[in-house]
């Protein structure tokens, strides 16, 4: 997912699908956290996230293009909110 979000970004960042396992592995082992949204057992989405002292950083936030335009996001978003961050910050 994250190499399509890279690539839908049109960023010209080339990492490898090797680089980038490991460069998500290094941030989910420091203070990242990570939240995979699921539509019937296939990933749909996910968030990218590390708490701060002011609430919360979001690094990435990602929705399969098949997913796009029917509110996936906004629902990801919702429940990432509701959930997900307000256990967070407590």
Do not use: C
């Not at 994250?2 to 490991?22: C, F, Q, S, V, W």
């Amino acid at each position: 997912m994250n190499a399509r979000l890279i690539a839908d970004e049109g960023h010209r960042n080339r990492l490898t699908a090797a680089e980038l396992e490991k460069r998500m592995g290094d941030w989910l082992a420091g203070n990242y956290q990570a939240v995979l949204f699921e539509l019937a057992d296939v990933p749909a989405a996910y968030a990218l996230f590390r708490p701060t002292e002011d609430g919360v950083y979001p690094r990435q936030f990602f929705v399969e293009r098949e997913h796009r335009r029917k509110g996936v996001g906004q629902r990801a978003i919702e429940i990432l909110w509701r959930e997900v961050l307000t256990a967070t910050r407590h």
